[in-house]
């Protein structure tokens, strides 16, 4: 029995066989050749082939995976023609009289070395795509057929690396799982997994020469791991793990599809709250409805310096486009208290939960703030996104807020960048805030209440100290009535309302925040489907008070 760890794409636990997907055995070989231009003739003639192929892919994955999803072979449509890769290949054939198999696969390694060695996750994930479209060329030189590898049995696929143009060719009920050395989570491959509920563990350090097929393996999607040659002991265990997750989907399984509507008739969105890009797949699992919390912090959290706007801009249109056209509420950096970073270089506090955070962050940095923001806007464009900002105490910060949203446009539509104006919102989480809800409400889209800070502060209790614990009530009336009145307040100004801290997910409480007039809860991933239930056993106008 052999474990190793890696990053986990999906959260699945299965325990099946395995089968080992090597890559091309044939290393392509270097022949002289006497005439270049007849060569780089043929390298055009297999890029037009290479697009028909891709084109075909496309509209395959179209019904598998959407049209989102399935734009990433629209996008290698593009890679053959790229200038850069395209002159690379020609100059090649001409300076060394080389034939096309051998400067495509140079060119592909030159390339995809490149993407490996940059620092950005998304940049790294492109190396794959690079090797799949160069593969593609020179199998098409080659003359030989794409044979799609075909699986007798369901198995757990073990590889290098998979690419998108591999996973679509399967066939979806004989995958019980992707265990890959290479590819990072956010690559199209990852996606992809997400999309289609296959568990998946990427980054996973194993040596293939030592697995084989037909050998057992447990994937735990949840923990990361995988277990080649589990024992006995190990077997059962995964059993049980199954058999309590096949469960607990069983019984919730047939709320999906289904919609998020009280007894009598009133319809409410139904979110998922997420921390990273990859929980998206979770959310999507669950059947949520849109992401009515995306903490973007996290993507400043465990790294050494600030992350770039184009890294953001990446996670932010991963989340958008997985998503498909539902919404995704993206809320502005919320750092401070206790979620730090050293390269912040806040000064130390003695409250910090009521010190420098959230969007006095921003308001006192707009450098970081501005960075964000664009970020958020250019990726406005692949989907549905709304933005929101943590923390609010006041009106002029609202205001001042938007004097910075108005100068980041201007610099966009200097830039010639393109982008759609996302909806505004902000969160209530302070009392201040829920008390002039009925101002605030004049100036933003929408309000998201953060119930985790608005217990925290209105019952000056905090939320990090385990030792109050018998101090803290949740259903406090106070934190009640500041939920109502941000409701009403809302409403009165024709605005929308949705509640996501954690007290959204309390079914004690779901029929009466239903009777408040909640347009949408946004919960954890794996609570959507038991709200669902809850909302539909609700009625909304029953005894409204
Ligand atoms: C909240 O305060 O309720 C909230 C959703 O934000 P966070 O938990 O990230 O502070
Ligand atoms: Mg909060």
Redesign the pocket.
């Given at each position: 029995m052999v474990q190793f760890s890696g990053k986990s794409v999906y959260k699945g636990i299965v325990l099946g066989t395995v089968a080992v997907f090597k890559d091309r055995e044939e290393p392509v070989r270097r022949k002289r050749i006497e005439d270049a231009a007849a060569e780089i003739l043929r390298i055009e003639e297999a890029g037009l082939e290479a697009k028909a192929q891709l084109k075909a892919l496309h509209d395959e994955a179209l019904s598998a995976v959407g049209e989102v999803n399935a734009a990433v072979f629209e996008a290698y449509q593009i890679m053959v023609e790229d200038e850069d890769y395209r002159k690379s290949i020609y100059n090649m054939i001409r300076t060394e009289m080389v034939n096309g198999e051998y400067a495509v696969a140079v060119t592909g390694d030159n390339f995809s070395r490149m993407f490996s060695a940059m620092d950005d996750d998304y940049m790294k994930a492109r190396a794959a795509d690079v090797r799949d479209v160069s593969n593609r060329l020179i199998r098409i030189l080659e003359g030989r057929e794409e044979t799609s590898r075909f699986l007798e049995e369901p198995a757990v696929i073990v590889a290098e690396d998979l690419t998108p143009g591999e996973i679509v060719k399967l066939d979806r009920k004989k995958i019980l799982a992707f265990v890959t050395v290479e590819g990072s989570s956010s690559s199209h491959a990852a996606i992809l997994a997400r999309m289609m509920n296959i568990p998946a563990v990427v980054g996973v350090p194993v040596n293939l020469e030592e697995i084989h097929d037909g050998m057992k393996a447990v994937v735990d999607g949840f923990q990361g791991t995988v277990i080649f040659n589990p024992d006995e002991e190990t077997c059962i265990q995964a059993e049980r793990k199954i058999a309590e997750e096949l469960e607990r989907r069983r019984l919730l399984e047939n709320l999906k599809g289904k919609e998020t509507i009280t007894l009598d008739g009133k319809k409410i969105r139904l979110c998922a709250n997420i921390g990273s890009a990859s929980d998206v797949g979770y959310a999507m699992e669950n059947d949520a409805e849109g992401i009515g919390?995306f903490?973007s912090e996290f993507l400043y959290l465990g790294r050494k310096d600030f992350p770039t706007e184009e890294e953001q801009f990446q996670a932010y249109r991963q989340v958008v486009q997985t998503m498909g056209g539902k919404k995704v509420v993206i809320r502005t950096l919320?750092m401070g208290a206790d979620k730090q970073a050293d390269y912040f270089n806040l000064e130390k506090e003695e409250n910090p939960a009521l010190g420098l955070r959230g969007i006095r962050i921003c308001l006192r940095r707009h450098d970081i703030f501005k960075t964000q923001l664009r970020a958020i806007f250019r990726a406005t464009i692949y989907g549905n996104i709304s933005v929101m900002y943590?923390m609010i105490i006041s009106v002029e910060e609202v205001q001042e807020i938007f004097k910075i949203v108005r100068e980041v446009q201007e610099e966009l539509d200097r830039a010639k960048v393109p982008y759609q104006y996302p909806e505004q919102g902000i969160?209530i989480?302070t009392p201040a805030a829920a008390l002039i809800s009925d101002e605030l409400a004049k100036m933003v889209d929408f309000f998201s209440i953060?119930?985790?800070?608005?217990t925290q502060y209105t019952l000056a209790i905090d939320r990090q100290n385990q030792g109050l614990d018998d101090f803290y009530n949740p259903y406090h009336k106070a934190v009640l009535r500041m939920i109502r009145m941000t409701v009403e307040n809302a409403h009165k100004h024709g605005k929308w309302v949705g509640i996501?801290?954690?007290l959204g997910a309390d079914t004690a409480l779901t029929e009466k925040f239903v009777q408040m007039g909640m347009d949408e809860f946004s919960v954890a991933p794996s609570m959507v489907l038991r709200l669902r239930k809850k909302i539909r056993e609700s009625t909304w106008n029953h005894i409204r008070q």
């Open positions: 919390l903490r919320d943590p969160m989480e953060g119930t985790n800070d608005l996501c801290g954690e």
